[in-house]
Every structure is written in C-alpha cells, then in structure tokens.
C-alpha cells in the first residue's frame, strides 16, 4: 500500500524567507504527486501536481524518484501562504477512479 | 468559477441513527469521491464512483456506508446506524476524468454524533 508522509507538522518562516515543505512517498509503481493547500475555513485546493510542472503563486515542486520525494518550494515567502499544505498521491492503479492518499499537513505560518 | 457543494456544513446526529451527506460535483465531472478526515488526523479515502458504480473503495468503506447518483446531480454518502467514531469532517470530490485529472473538493461537512 502507499503512503505518504510529511514529517513537519508545523513550520514557521519570517517573510521573505526561503520555504521548504517536505513530502515522502512511498510507492512501487509510478503514481501521480499533487500538493494541495487549505487556507483558513476554506476548502482544499489545488495548487500544484508534478505532471504540469508548473509554478504556482511562486510554489514549485519537483518530482525526485531516485529519493521519493515531492517537496514544495518558494524562494520567497509571503503572509497570504500561511495555510495547511498537503501532499497526495494517486496511485494509477488501472481502475480510473483512484482515491489520493494524502499526507497529515503541514501547517506552514509566515511571520511578520 | 464551479464548485463542488456540500450540504449541511454540520450535521449533528444520535448515534446509532442513519445520516445523508449530499454533494453536487461540478456539472461536466464524471468521477466522485468520498473522503473522511477524523480531527488531528490525514484525509482519508473512502470511496469512488464512476458510470453508477462504485469504482474503488477503501477498508473504511464497510456495509454501514453507501453512495448514491439519486438524480443528474446529486451524489450522497449514506452512514447507517451510526458510531460515535464516525464524527469526522466529510469531504466530496469530483473530477473530469480519471487518470491526470485533478479532484476538485467540496467544503466538507462536519459530522457530529452524539
């Protein structure tokens, strides 16, 4: 079975500093990795999956296999990312409707 | 921009009574999911239904729960005789396809048993 871990529970950075959300996998096959963020009494969202390779309000993550590992990234961090991020996996195991696995949160809060 | 809705935002029940959860997905998705997330703890798959069926379902999703298309748009998570280890928050997903798409989530309904 799969699983996803992200060992901060809590991350704390001053504005400006550089973010790093941590993001382990485990897996056999090839799954898919997407990091979704809840703001405050908001719902879960999609920001980023490694497929698409895209940037996203300056978050990006890079799929590394050899590692598995999933981090989410900003060089810059701002006070309107302070949320929970979580990482999640879909495991593509053929059926077409696979449910993510996802990991507990990080609760990330950018300080003044 | 569409979302998935979610009602009621909180539901309070006696244990041992059945509960609906309702869910609308976004109008053009074809694939719906339930999740559950028990508080301090990770979101949990439930369960996936595609074409009226159900398409995957995880060991939570034992005989106490079922899920229903009644109509074009709805889609409910049905609890029967519930437990007091059921009260978690409860969140609906859709998605367009299967495989590369994105779920798009609901606002999740709390569910409280007393």
């Known amino acids: 079975a799969q699983r996803v871990t992200q060992p901060e529970k809590l991350l704390s950075v001053f504005k400006g500093a550089p973010v790093e959300l941590k993001c382990n996998y485990s897996?056999?096959?090839?799954?898919?990795l997407f990091w979704y963020v809840q703001y405050s009494r908001q719902r879960l969202q999609l920001l980023l999956r490694h497929i698409s390779r895209e940037s996203i309000k300056g978050f990006t993550a890079d799929l590394n296999k050899g590692e598995t590992s999933f981090h989410l990234k900003k060089p810059f961090a701002q006070e309107e990312d302070s949320a929970m991020y979580y990482c999640a996996l879909n495991p593509f195991t053929g059926g077409g409707a696979d449910g993510l696995t996802f990991g507990k949160g990080t609760h990330l809060i950018i300080q003044p | 921009e569409p979302e998935v809705t979610q009602t009621p935002s909180h539901q309070v029940t006696q244990m041992g009574q059945e509960v609906i959860l309702r869910c609308v997905p976004i109008s053009n998705h074809l694939y719906f999911y339930w999740y559950r997330q028990i508080l301090g703890q990770k979101v949990e798959f439930l369960v996936s239904?595609?074409?009226?069926?159900?398409?995957?379902k995880s060991e939570i999703f034992d005989d106490q729960f079922s899920v229903e298309r009644p109509d074009g748009s709805n889609f409910t998570l049905k609890i029967r005789s519930t437990k007091l280890e059921d009260s978690a928050m409860y969140f609906c997903?859709?998605?367009?396809?299967?495989?590369?798409?994105?779920?798009?989530f609901g606002d999740g309904t709390r569910l409280s048993i007393l």
């Open positions: 897996y056999s096959g090839s799954p898919e």
């Open positions: 997903a859709s998605s367009v396809g299967g495989f590369n798409q994105p779920q798009h």
């Open positions: 239904f595609y074409n009226n069926e159900i398409s995957e």
